[in-house]
């Protein structure tokens, strides 16, 4: 009787998986993390097979600071209509398809660049790329927001994060290994097998395309939004023409209102808190940027690279998640942030010691295995850090927000990578990659000691504001 009842309910917990929207998420989330590695690592091996200087590539890594900026034109994704597509298709699906199809453009771009020959092409549709990256993130947060009510946001999240992380592994370990295929040579660069690898990847998109026309719009109340810039466009109205008085009201709701809340409710400590967002992952980003060259430099393979460090090195992230997941319900959200920050800083010493050691296979495989599982309890920490400072009303602009900041200064550091390596070294490179971590713990320590605590500290990052009806 008693184990019944227990099947019962373990399979009634399930059954939200079973939920269409959660199939919806899976597959938005596969076409949400398919262009970051495009414009990243896989590139940056791409760059380095095709003899372009590691400073160079260092600098390329600047491209993907449009991640980081995305909360500067979040506001239009979330308050502007698009001609036509809008009506057809809704506020939200309308901007997801734009975004996919500006990918689909810009990644075919990519693939029919020759980074010998011109460059400046290759990064020009690399940013294209990085741009609508950004932009289809910020609309999928949205959808996912305001497509379920809370208590089938944590499988939202879970959906999305598999689907995001499986699209990760097919944009690294499958591009290369398509490269690897293609080529005629394993002993010489072949555009031809890159370009080929690049137009697979623009293809793929195509899943996410699908899943955008065969989803359903999200009902959202937004009235109170409405009410509140009809009211200021009226008052507006009785000192400036209308049509300033109308777009004056809309960039004060859209842009200027979730910031104001934010700063009201954190007060002085708001800019300790956006510092210690800002510098947190700086560490790990440093470090990753040359971690593909790093492996080329030292003889690893593709197929071992891809194995090892993409697929191996995402599953362990995936564990490290998890387990980091276990640890904030028992310990509370800063304890496993000052502890993610530390193994994060520490771990990158091991690849130092492989600098030393050189091609080594075996340590390379236990270097990476520990430091994409702290990188996963880090992540855990941060993204659970980062939903607790939202609040009712604005999360998905705030959310945009924080998420940008944390990316901003550790990119625009980690441009100077490689420039870097090319004067001191990869050993002494690792070594400062981890140095630049242990502030962070400084940081962590003032927040916990002079911040005030949000009210719900494990709060998901997708939890909703407004959420109606699920379909």
């Not at 962590?444 to 009210?455: F, T």
Request: glycine content about 6%; charged content about 15%; proline content about 3%.
């Amino acid at each position: 009787m008693f184990a019944s009842g227990f099947i019962q309910r373990t399979l009634d917990a399930l059954s939200v998986y079973y939920h269409r929207r959660v199939l919806i998420l899976l597959l938005l989330g596969f076409s949400a993390g398919l262009p970051l590695m495009l414009v990243f690592s896989t590139l940056s091996f791409w760059l380095r097979e095709a003899g372009v200087d590691r400073t160079a590539i260092g600098y390329f890594s600047w491209i993907a600071l449009a991640y980081a900026f995305k909360w500067a034109w979040s506001p239009l994704v979330d308050r502007l209509s698009l001609p036509f597509l809008t009506r057809v298709l809704g506020r939200r699906r309308s901007w997801m398809l734009f975004a996919q199809l500006l990918l689909v453009a810009a990644i075919l771009g990519m693939s029919f660049s020759d980074p010998v020959k011109d460059l400046e092409r290759l990064a020009i549709c690399a940013l294209m790329v990085a741009f609508a990256s950004a932009t289809q993130d910020i609309v999928i947060d949205a959808f996912r927001i305001e497509s379920a009510p809370e208590k089938m946001q944590a499988a939202l999240a879970a959906a999305y994060q598999v689907g995001y992380r499986s699209a990760m592994i097919v944009a690294t370990a499958g591009a290369l290994t398509i490269a690897a295929w293609v080529e005629p040579s394993h002993n010489e660069y072949h555009l031809i097998a890159w370009q080929t690898s690049y137009l697979v990847m623009a293809g793929l998109m195509a899943i996410g395309i699908l899943t955008t026309l065969f989803s359903r719009e999200p009902k959202v109340d937004t009235r109170a939004a409405d009410a509140t810039e009809l009211a200021l466009k009226l008052r507006l109205a009785q000192r400036y023409p209308r049509a300033i008085a109308a777009s004056l009201s809309w960039i004060y709701t859209a842009s200027i209102l979730p910031f104001i809340d934010f700063f009201k409710r954190y007060g002085r400590s708001a800019m300790l808190i956006l510092l210690l967002i800002s510098c947190y992952r700086i560490s790990d980003i440093v470090m990753g940027i040359m971690a593909n060259v790093f492996y080329v430099d030292m003889g690893f393979t593709k197929e071992e690279i891809a194995y090892l460090s993409k697929i191996y090195g995402l599953i362990m992230t995936l564990v490290g998640a998890a387990f980091g997941g276990v640890l904030l319900a028992r310990f509370g959200t800063m304890k496993i942030l000052f502890l993610g920050a530390l193994l994060v800083a520490v771990t990158n010493l091991l690849f130092a010691w492989q600098a030393l050691l050189g091609y080594n296979v075996a340590f390379l495989t236990f270097a990476i295995s520990v430091d994409n599982f702290s990188a996963g309890i880090a992540t855990a920490a941060f993204i659970a850090y980062l939903s607790s400072l939202t609040s009712q009303g604005y999360s998905a602009t705030q959310y945009a927000l924080l998420s940008s900041i944390m990316l901003l200064f550790p990119k625009f550091i980690a441009g100077f990578s490689g420039a870097y390596v090319d004067a001191f070294g990869y050993v002494q490179f690792f070594i400062a990659a981890s140095i630049i971590g242990f502030p962070v713990l400084l940081l962590i320590a003032l927040v916990n000691k002079y911040a005030p605590h949000p009210s719900t500290s494990l709060r998901d990052p997708s939890s909703p504001d407004r959420a109606e009806k699920t379909e």
